[in-house]
């Protein structure tokens, strides 16, 4: 069998077997391959963390090592997501999909669609996007957090969009009702209509944002629930002798502050404007997230609406019978 020639590291002679027979080739020292670039070995404490950042009855601290960065997390008994991060963050679940050693304690979880579960010290969990969470007992949750730690427990920056819907109500001809009423009276409807929000809002899991005089503005996680939250408010309204209309759009808004900014916000209040007394009406985007959930829609064709660009379609939302 005739011999190969090759070239390789060296610039020696070497044989490489083929089949039941050597076959000797040369190697050329110039053609070695380049060397790998030296990575300095780097070593942290979370003694001495790069950063820290703090909430009610909770802590991360965090240190990044080459590319990795992993955050040593303490949840002090008490602590709840939703009521002790939700505030800062601005969203109505963890949004964050968490990756961790638990080292610690015991933690319940409770996902948006409703799975709950412990996690206990020495798992090894991964929590996807949207849940709540709490510690449960009296021993501090702590654990290694792997992943999901680079802008947790922090509010949304400056500018930083997100996808939400956005309810907005109003009570129809306030200032009649309030002149008919009288101060006392009127300021006592409006008590009683603003716990009744309250209540619903919690029950739906809607975030309040802002007040509008006589209406409100807030933000869900799923449109379903604002609609929902929107009909039962306006029941209860009637219950009180008033009515309200209010409008439902789903879209990316900003959290600016304690605001909200964006062209979805617009939508939502001039769907609102759009509105029948005691009704509810939704975009056309609401109502393509929504189909099969319980809620039927009547179409109310396509309005102008104020400061928007073109017509848009607008529709009634029922909860079905």
């Known amino acids: 069998m005739p011999s190969t020639r090759l070239s390789g590291e ?11 027979q050597a076959m000797p080739y040369r190697v050329d020292a110039g053609l070695a391959a380049p060397h790998t670039l030296r990575m300095p070995v780097e070593a942290k404490t979370f003694e001495q963390p790069d950063e820290t950042v703090t909430f009610e009855r909770g802590r991360v601290q965090i240190v990044t090592v080459g590319s990795v960065t992993i955050g040593h997390e303490v949840a002090e008994p008490g602590w709840r997501w939703s009521e002790h991060v939700k505030p800062i963050v601005g969203t109505e679940w963890c ?8 080292l610690s304690g015991r933690m319940h979880i409770l996902m948006r669609d409703g799975e709950s579960r412990d996690i206990v010290a020495g798992q090894v969990v991964d929590i ?23 802008g947790w427990a922090r509010p949304p920056e400056a500018g930083e969009r997100v996808l939400t819907t956005v309810l907005f109500t109003d009570i129809v001809d306030s200032t009649a009702l309030a002149e008919r009423l009288g101060d006392a009276s009127w300021k006592r409807v409006l008590t009683t209509h603003r716990e009744d929000a309250q209540s619903l809002l919690a029950h ?23 609609i929902r939250c929107a009909i039962d ?17 789903t879209g990316e808004v900003e959290f600016v502050d304690d605001d909200l900014r964006g062209l979805a916000v617009h939508l939502a209040a001039r769907i609102m404007a759009a509105a029948h007394p005691g009704t509810t009406f939704v975009s056309g985007t609401t109502r393509e997230l929504v189909i099969g959930a319980g809620i039927e829609f009547v179409d109310r064709g396509t309005s102008e609406l104020k400061g928007i660009s073109g017509e848009r379609p607008v529709f009634e939302a029922r909860l079905q019978r």
């Not at 949004?95 to 638990?102: P, T």
């Not at 996807?128 to 290694?144: L, Y």
Request: proline letters at 5%; a negative charge; charged letters at 20%.
């Open 204 to 226: 739906h899991r809607g975030r309040l944002v802002n007040t509008t005089g006589d209406g409100f503005v807030a933000t869900f996680d799923a449109p379903a629930r604002a």
């Open 233 to 249: 408010l306006a029941t209860a309204a009637d219950r009180r002798g008033m009515m309200i209309r209010a409008g439902v759009h």
């Open 128 to 150: 996807p996007p949207g849940h709540d969470a709490w510690v449960v007992g009296d021993e501090p949750v702590t654990s290694i957090d792997l992943q999901g730690v680079i």
């Open 10 to 20: 060296g610039g020696g002679d070497r044989t490489v077997g083929q089949g039941l």
């Open 95 to 102: 949004e964050f999909h968490h990756a961790m050693y638990v």
